[in-house]
Protein backbone atom coordinates (compact mmCIF):
# COMPACT_ATOMS: atom_id res chain seq x y z
CA UNK A 1 0.00 0.00 0.00
CA UNK A 2 1.52 3.59 -1.00
CA UNK A 3 -0.63 6.10 0.72
CA UNK A 4 0.87 8.53 -1.96
CA UNK A 5 -0.52 7.06 -4.92
CA UNK A 6 -4.42 7.18 -4.45
CA UNK A 7 -7.01 9.27 -6.31
CA UNK A 8 -10.46 9.81 -6.40
CA UNK A 9 -11.62 7.57 -9.74
CA UNK A 10 -15.06 9.99 -9.94
CA UNK A 11 -12.81 12.38 -10.40
CA UNK A 12 -11.15 11.17 -13.06
CA UNK A 13 -13.58 9.12 -14.94
CA UNK A 14 -14.20 6.24 -13.18
CA UNK A 15 -10.74 5.06 -13.65
CA UNK A 16 -9.58 2.87 -10.89
CA UNK A 17 -6.67 0.61 -12.25
CA UNK A 18 -3.83 2.04 -13.69
CA UNK A 19 -0.42 0.11 -15.16
CA UNK A 20 3.12 2.11 -15.34
CA UNK A 21 6.30 1.37 -15.65
CA UNK A 22 8.33 0.23 -12.64
CA UNK A 23 10.72 3.00 -12.99
CA UNK A 24 7.92 5.76 -12.66
CA UNK A 25 6.59 5.13 -8.97
CA UNK A 26 8.45 4.96 -5.92
CA UNK A 27 9.53 1.63 -5.27
CA UNK A 28 11.00 0.13 -1.28
CA UNK A 29 14.53 -0.98 -1.28
CA UNK A 30 13.96 -4.23 -0.03
CA UNK A 31 17.24 -6.27 -0.51
CA UNK A 32 17.74 -10.14 0.12
CA UNK A 33 20.19 -9.57 3.26
CA UNK A 34 21.52 -13.38 2.60
CA UNK A 35 22.44 -13.02 -0.84
CA UNK A 36 25.58 -14.49 -2.19
CA UNK A 37 25.77 -12.85 -5.14
CA UNK A 38 27.77 -9.58 -4.45
CA UNK A 39 29.25 -8.70 -7.19
CA UNK A 40 25.99 -9.10 -9.71
CA UNK A 41 23.07 -7.46 -9.57
CA UNK A 42 20.15 -9.78 -8.88
CA UNK A 43 18.32 -10.94 -11.92
CA UNK A 44 15.10 -9.71 -12.58
CA UNK A 45 12.10 -9.02 -15.55
CA UNK A 46 10.86 -5.49 -16.21
CA UNK A 47 7.13 -5.49 -15.70
CA UNK A 48 4.56 -2.67 -15.12
CA UNK A 49 3.41 -2.13 -11.87
CA UNK A 50 -0.48 -2.27 -11.35
CA UNK A 51 -2.06 0.22 -9.45
CA UNK A 52 -5.10 0.84 -7.51
CA UNK A 53 -7.38 3.79 -6.65
CA UNK A 54 -6.94 3.01 -3.34
CA UNK A 55 -2.90 2.92 -3.12
CA UNK A 56 -2.32 -0.79 -3.94
CA UNK A 57 0.49 -1.34 -5.70
CA UNK A 58 1.00 -4.84 -7.43
CA UNK A 59 4.19 -5.36 -8.99
CA UNK A 60 4.34 -9.55 -10.30
CA UNK A 61 7.96 -9.53 -11.27
CA UNK A 62 10.06 -12.47 -11.69
CA UNK A 63 13.42 -12.51 -9.75
CA UNK A 64 16.19 -14.59 -9.57
CA UNK A 65 18.23 -14.99 -6.29
CA UNK A 66 21.24 -16.46 -4.63
CA UNK A 67 21.22 -17.14 -1.73
CA UNK A 68 23.61 -18.76 1.07
CA UNK A 69 22.81 -21.50 3.35
CA UNK A 70 24.43 -23.20 5.71
CA UNK A 71 24.07 -27.47 5.30
CA UNK A 72 24.63 -30.20 7.28
CA UNK A 73 25.11 -33.53 5.58
CA UNK A 74 25.50 -35.94 8.42
CA UNK A 75 22.67 -37.64 6.57
CA UNK A 76 23.80 -37.92 2.96
CA UNK A 77 22.42 -38.63 0.98
CA UNK A 78 19.26 -38.90 3.04
CA UNK A 79 19.71 -35.03 4.34
CA UNK A 80 17.12 -32.71 5.06
CA UNK A 81 17.87 -28.75 4.25
CA UNK A 82 16.34 -25.99 5.92
CA UNK A 83 17.67 -22.94 3.97
CA UNK A 84 16.02 -19.41 5.14
CA UNK A 85 15.79 -16.36 2.66
CA UNK A 86 15.94 -12.59 4.85
CA UNK A 87 14.14 -9.71 2.94
CA UNK A 88 13.68 -6.38 4.53
CA UNK A 89 14.20 -2.33 3.75
CA UNK A 90 18.25 -0.96 3.99
CA UNK A 91 17.13 2.03 5.01
CA UNK A 92 13.71 2.63 5.95
CA UNK A 93 12.24 1.46 9.44
CA UNK A 94 9.07 -0.36 9.88
CA UNK A 95 7.12 2.91 10.75
CA UNK A 96 8.28 4.09 7.17
CA UNK A 97 8.07 1.21 5.21
CA UNK A 98 6.22 -2.16 7.16
CA UNK A 99 6.07 -5.45 5.40
CA UNK A 100 3.06 -8.33 5.84
CA UNK A 101 2.25 -11.50 4.79
CA UNK A 102 -1.21 -12.20 3.20
CA UNK A 103 -0.77 -15.71 3.07
CA UNK A 104 0.28 -18.35 5.61
CA UNK A 105 2.42 -20.30 3.34
CA UNK A 106 4.25 -20.13 0.24
CA UNK A 107 3.21 -20.92 -3.16
CA UNK A 108 4.43 -23.59 -4.74
CA UNK A 109 1.89 -23.98 -7.66
CA UNK A 110 4.50 -22.64 -10.49
CA UNK A 111 7.58 -24.89 -8.70
CA UNK A 112 8.72 -27.17 -11.39
CA UNK A 113 10.06 -30.30 -9.91
CA UNK A 114 13.65 -31.29 -9.41
CA UNK A 115 15.22 -34.46 -10.35
CA UNK A 116 17.89 -33.90 -7.08
CA UNK A 117 15.72 -32.13 -4.65
CA UNK A 118 12.47 -32.72 -3.15
CA UNK A 119 10.65 -29.26 -1.44
CA UNK A 120 9.17 -30.46 1.76
CA UNK A 121 8.06 -27.38 3.49
CA UNK A 122 7.54 -23.51 1.99
CA UNK A 123 6.56 -20.86 4.54
CA UNK A 124 7.56 -17.61 5.64
CA UNK A 125 7.44 -15.31 9.11
CA UNK A 126 7.58 -11.54 10.07
CA UNK A 127 10.32 -10.88 12.07
CA UNK A 128 10.60 -7.09 13.71
CA UNK A 129 14.02 -6.80 15.03
CA UNK A 130 15.97 -3.43 16.59
CA UNK A 131 18.94 -3.12 15.90
CA UNK A 132 21.87 -1.37 18.86
CA UNK A 133 22.46 1.16 16.07
CA UNK A 134 19.16 2.53 15.59
CA UNK A 135 15.97 2.93 18.07
CA UNK A 136 14.08 2.14 15.38
CA UNK A 137 12.29 -1.30 14.40
CA UNK A 138 12.97 -2.85 11.56
CA UNK A 139 10.76 -6.07 9.91
CA UNK A 140 11.90 -8.70 8.40
CA UNK A 141 10.14 -11.38 6.49
CA UNK A 142 11.80 -14.54 6.62
CA UNK A 143 11.22 -17.44 3.80
CA UNK A 144 12.31 -20.58 4.63
CA UNK A 145 12.85 -23.69 2.15
CA UNK A 146 12.94 -27.00 3.27
CA UNK A 147 14.30 -29.50 1.16
CA UNK A 148 14.81 -33.33 0.85
CA UNK A 149 17.82 -34.75 -1.51
CA UNK A 150 15.97 -37.43 -3.26
CA UNK A 151 18.43 -40.45 -2.30
CA UNK A 152 17.84 -43.43 -5.25
CA UNK A 153 20.73 -41.82 -7.84
CA UNK A 154 23.29 -42.53 -4.94
CA UNK A 155 21.96 -45.79 -3.65
CA UNK A 156 22.56 -47.32 -6.93
CA UNK A 157 25.28 -45.89 -7.98
CA UNK A 158 27.52 -45.76 -5.13
CA UNK A 159 26.07 -47.44 -1.90
CA UNK A 160 24.93 -50.69 -4.30
CA UNK A 161 28.72 -51.37 -5.95
CA UNK A 162 30.14 -50.80 -2.65
CA UNK A 163 28.05 -53.57 -0.89
CA UNK A 164 29.01 -55.40 -4.02
CA UNK A 165 32.29 -55.14 -3.37
CA UNK A 166 32.50 -55.91 0.38
CA UNK A 167 30.36 -58.65 -0.70
CA UNK A 168 33.12 -60.34 -3.10
CA UNK A 169 36.00 -59.37 -0.80
CA UNK A 170 34.39 -61.77 1.74
CA UNK A 171 34.19 -64.54 -0.77
CA UNK A 172 37.59 -64.93 0.21
CA UNK A 173 36.63 -66.66 3.17
CA UNK A 174 34.73 -69.12 1.30
CA UNK A 175 37.82 -69.51 -1.13
CA UNK A 176 39.68 -72.62 -0.33
CA UNK A 177 43.26 -72.07 1.06
CA UNK A 178 44.76 -74.27 -1.55
CA UNK A 179 43.79 -72.43 -4.20
CA UNK A 180 46.50 -69.66 -3.77
CA UNK A 181 44.27 -66.71 -4.92
CA UNK A 182 42.86 -65.48 -1.74
CA UNK A 183 45.23 -62.66 -0.78
CA UNK A 184 44.98 -61.89 -4.47
CA UNK A 185 41.42 -61.35 -4.55
CA UNK A 186 41.61 -59.66 -1.41
CA UNK A 187 44.05 -56.96 -2.56
CA UNK A 188 42.07 -56.72 -5.82
CA UNK A 189 39.03 -55.93 -4.05
CA UNK A 190 40.84 -53.33 -1.85
CA UNK A 191 42.41 -51.55 -4.86
CA UNK A 192 38.79 -51.68 -6.56
CA UNK A 193 37.29 -49.85 -3.37
CA UNK A 194 39.89 -47.30 -3.21
CA UNK A 195 39.66 -46.69 -6.45
CA UNK A 196 35.98 -46.27 -6.60
CA UNK A 197 35.90 -44.15 -3.27
CA UNK A 198 38.11 -41.52 -5.27
CA UNK A 199 35.48 -41.58 -8.25
CA UNK A 200 32.36 -40.82 -5.84
CA UNK A 201 34.85 -38.20 -3.95
CA UNK A 202 34.30 -35.64 -6.27
CA UNK A 203 30.69 -36.23 -5.68
CA UNK A 204 29.81 -36.34 -1.86
CA UNK A 205 29.45 -31.98 -0.91
CA UNK A 206 33.53 -30.72 0.14
CA UNK A 207 32.73 -29.75 4.01
CA UNK A 208 34.15 -30.35 6.85
CA UNK A 209 31.88 -29.35 9.73
CA UNK A 210 30.55 -33.20 9.61
CA UNK A 211 31.18 -36.56 7.80
CA UNK A 212 28.66 -37.80 5.04
CA UNK A 213 27.23 -41.33 6.79
CA UNK A 214 28.12 -42.88 3.15
CA UNK A 215 31.76 -41.04 3.50
CA UNK A 216 31.94 -43.13 7.32
CA UNK A 217 30.29 -46.31 5.30
CA UNK A 218 32.88 -46.15 2.68
CA UNK A 219 35.48 -45.53 5.56
CA UNK A 220 33.95 -48.90 7.49
CA UNK A 221 34.07 -51.05 4.38
CA UNK A 222 37.22 -50.37 3.41
CA UNK A 223 38.69 -51.10 6.84
CA UNK A 224 36.53 -54.05 6.68
CA UNK A 225 38.36 -55.37 3.21
CA UNK A 226 41.40 -54.50 4.68
CA UNK A 227 41.02 -56.25 7.66
CA UNK A 228 39.70 -59.89 6.19
CA UNK A 229 42.84 -59.38 3.44
CA UNK A 230 44.74 -59.39 6.53
CA UNK A 231 42.73 -62.42 8.44
CA UNK A 232 43.48 -64.48 5.36
CA UNK A 233 47.32 -64.09 6.43
CA UNK A 234 46.53 -65.24 9.30
CA UNK A 235 44.32 -68.57 7.82
CA UNK A 236 46.89 -69.19 5.39
CA UNK A 237 49.60 -69.34 7.98
CA UNK A 238 47.25 -71.55 10.25
CA UNK A 239 46.55 -73.77 7.04
CA UNK A 240 50.32 -74.43 6.89
CA UNK A 241 51.04 -74.24 10.27
CA UNK A 242 50.84 -78.33 9.84
CA UNK A 243 53.47 -78.71 7.50
CA UNK A 244 56.56 -77.82 10.59
CA UNK A 245 55.31 -80.37 12.28
CA UNK A 246 53.51 -78.60 15.50
CA UNK A 247 50.55 -80.45 16.77
CA UNK A 248 47.15 -78.43 17.27
CA UNK A 249 46.70 -77.54 21.02
CA UNK A 250 43.96 -79.62 22.97
CA UNK A 251 41.88 -76.55 24.00
CA UNK A 252 42.02 -75.02 20.46
CA UNK A 253 40.57 -78.33 19.60
CA UNK A 254 37.74 -78.43 22.23
CA UNK A 255 36.62 -74.76 21.47
CA UNK A 256 36.99 -74.47 17.75
CA UNK A 257 36.39 -78.59 16.54
CA UNK A 258 33.92 -79.06 19.54
CA UNK A 259 31.79 -76.09 19.72
CA UNK A 260 31.98 -73.37 17.10
CA UNK A 261 32.00 -76.47 14.48
CA UNK A 262 29.28 -77.67 15.56
CA UNK A 263 27.36 -74.22 15.93
CA UNK A 264 28.29 -73.21 12.22
CA UNK A 265 27.07 -76.97 11.27
CA UNK A 266 30.71 -77.83 9.71
CA UNK A 267 31.73 -81.99 10.18
CA UNK A 268 34.97 -82.22 11.25
CA UNK A 269 36.21 -85.68 10.76
CA UNK A 270 39.96 -86.45 12.17
CA UNK A 271 41.76 -89.53 12.35
CA UNK A 272 44.17 -89.86 15.59
CA UNK A 273 47.46 -89.15 15.11
CA UNK A 274 50.00 -92.09 16.68
CA UNK A 275 52.25 -90.71 18.92
CA UNK A 276 55.88 -89.50 18.12
CA UNK A 277 58.38 -91.91 18.89
CA UNK A 278 56.04 -94.90 19.07
CA UNK A 279 57.80 -98.09 19.02
CA UNK A 280 55.84 -100.34 15.66
CA UNK A 281 55.11 -103.99 15.73
CA UNK A 282 57.11 -105.20 12.71
CA UNK A 283 54.64 -107.66 10.88
CA UNK A 284 56.16 -111.29 10.83
CA UNK A 285 57.57 -111.05 7.74
CA UNK A 286 60.48 -113.04 7.50
CA UNK A 287 61.59 -115.25 10.42
CA UNK A 288 65.34 -116.87 10.70
CA UNK A 289 65.97 -119.28 13.43
CA UNK A 290 68.79 -118.67 15.80
CA UNK A 291 67.82 -121.81 17.98
CA UNK A 292 68.01 -125.88 17.71
CA UNK A 293 64.63 -127.33 17.45
CA UNK A 294 64.05 -129.71 19.95
CA UNK A 295 65.31 -133.31 18.55
CA UNK A 296 61.84 -135.59 17.71
CA UNK A 297 61.57 -139.08 16.17
CA UNK A 298 58.62 -139.66 13.50
CA UNK A 299 57.97 -143.23 15.05
CA UNK A 300 60.40 -144.88 12.73
CA UNK A 301 63.28 -143.69 14.21
CA UNK A 302 64.57 -141.58 11.64
CA UNK A 303 65.55 -137.72 12.50
CA UNK A 304 62.99 -135.23 11.59
CA UNK A 305 62.49 -132.93 8.40
CA UNK A 306 65.19 -130.13 8.34
CA UNK A 307 62.74 -128.13 7.44
CA UNK A 308 62.30 -125.02 10.16
CA UNK A 309 65.88 -125.95 11.82
CA UNK A 310 68.86 -123.27 12.24
CA UNK A 311 70.31 -123.12 9.08
CA UNK A 312 73.91 -124.22 8.74
CA UNK A 313 75.88 -121.43 9.83
CA UNK A 314 79.23 -122.70 8.47
CA UNK A 315 77.92 -122.35 4.96
CA UNK A 316 78.47 -119.10 3.02
CA UNK A 317 75.57 -118.66 1.35
CA UNK A 318 73.64 -119.07 4.12
CA UNK A 319 75.26 -116.49 6.02
CA UNK A 320 75.39 -113.83 2.83
CA UNK A 321 70.97 -114.80 2.49
CA UNK A 322 70.54 -114.14 6.40
CA UNK A 323 72.93 -110.84 6.00
CA UNK A 324 69.96 -109.88 3.39
CA UNK A 325 67.24 -110.95 5.12
CA UNK A 326 68.29 -108.89 8.20
CA UNK A 327 69.16 -106.16 5.76
CA UNK A 328 65.32 -106.08 4.51
CA UNK A 329 63.84 -106.83 7.31
CA UNK A 330 65.67 -103.19 8.82
CA UNK A 331 64.78 -101.77 5.73
CA UNK A 332 60.94 -102.36 5.72
CA UNK A 333 61.27 -101.40 9.57
CA UNK A 334 62.36 -98.07 8.45
CA UNK A 335 59.80 -97.90 5.83
CA UNK A 336 57.00 -98.76 8.56
CA UNK A 337 58.58 -96.48 10.85
CA UNK A 338 58.72 -93.49 8.25
CA UNK A 339 54.90 -93.85 6.79
CA UNK A 340 54.18 -94.00 10.37
CA UNK A 341 56.21 -90.57 10.38
CA UNK A 342 54.18 -89.58 7.29
CA UNK A 343 50.61 -90.63 8.41
CA UNK A 344 51.00 -88.71 11.65
CA UNK A 345 52.09 -85.76 10.51
CA UNK A 346 49.27 -85.59 7.41
CA UNK A 347 46.60 -86.19 10.32
CA UNK A 348 48.90 -82.58 12.27
CA UNK A 349 48.48 -80.78 8.91
CA UNK A 350 44.69 -82.00 8.22
CA UNK A 351 44.34 -80.86 12.01
CA UNK A 352 45.66 -77.27 11.35
CA UNK A 353 43.94 -77.33 7.73
CA UNK A 354 40.67 -78.13 9.33
CA UNK A 355 41.06 -75.29 11.74
CA UNK A 356 41.79 -73.14 9.57
CA UNK A 357 38.51 -74.00 7.71
CA UNK A 358 36.43 -73.55 10.71
CA UNK A 359 38.02 -69.98 11.27
CA UNK A 360 37.73 -69.27 7.76
CA UNK A 361 33.82 -69.70 8.15
CA UNK A 362 34.04 -68.18 11.62
CA UNK A 363 34.42 -64.71 10.05
CA UNK A 364 32.09 -65.05 7.14
CA UNK A 365 29.44 -65.39 9.42
CA UNK A 366 30.94 -62.37 11.36
CA UNK A 367 32.07 -60.36 8.44
CA UNK A 368 28.61 -60.46 6.65
CA UNK A 369 26.78 -59.79 10.09
CA UNK A 370 29.03 -56.37 10.39
CA UNK A 371 28.49 -55.95 6.67
CA UNK A 372 24.34 -56.28 7.34
CA UNK A 373 24.82 -54.31 10.78
CA UNK A 374 26.70 -51.40 8.76
CA UNK A 375 24.28 -51.65 5.76
CA UNK A 376 21.26 -50.80 8.20
CA UNK A 377 22.89 -48.21 10.38
CA UNK A 378 23.25 -46.66 6.64
CA UNK A 379 19.84 -47.32 5.54
CA UNK A 380 17.33 -46.92 8.98
CA UNK A 381 18.76 -43.76 9.81
CA UNK A 382 18.30 -42.18 6.80
CA UNK A 383 15.01 -43.24 6.10
CA UNK A 384 13.59 -42.46 9.26
CA UNK A 385 15.50 -38.81 9.16
CA UNK A 386 12.58 -36.58 8.41
CA UNK A 387 13.12 -33.19 10.15
CA UNK A 388 15.25 -30.51 9.58
CA UNK A 389 19.21 -30.61 10.55
CA UNK A 390 20.64 -27.64 9.41
CA UNK A 391 19.73 -23.98 10.60
CA UNK A 392 20.42 -21.14 8.54
CA UNK A 393 21.88 -18.32 11.23
Given at each position: ??????????K?????????????????????????????A????????????NG??T??????????????????P???????????????????V????????????????????E??????????????C?P?????M???????????????????????????????????N???????????????????????????????????????????????????????????????????????????K??????????????????????????????????????????????????????????????????????????????????????????R??????????L?????R????????????ST????V?????????????
Amino acid sequence: MDNMLTWNPRKYGGIEVIRLPYNQIWLPDILLYDNADVGTAQSSVSTNVIVSANGNVTWLSMWIFKSSCSMDVRYFPFDVQNCSMNFASWTFDAYRVDIRNFAKDGDLSNYVNSSEFEIVEFSFERHVVVFTCCPEPYVFMTYTLVFQRKPLFYLFNMVMPCILITLVALLGFYMPNDSGEKLSMGITTLLSMTVFLMIVAERLPPVSDNVPLIGLYYGMSIALISLSTALNVFTLNVHHKGLRGHKVPYCLKRVFFGIIAKMLFLKIDLPVAPEEGMEQVPSPRYIVYDSEPPPATNGSGSMPSRLGHKPDMEDPSQKEFVRILHRVNKTIDKNDQRMAEQDRRDVINLEWQQLALVIDRLLLVLFVVVVICSTLSLLVPGSEYSHPVAENE
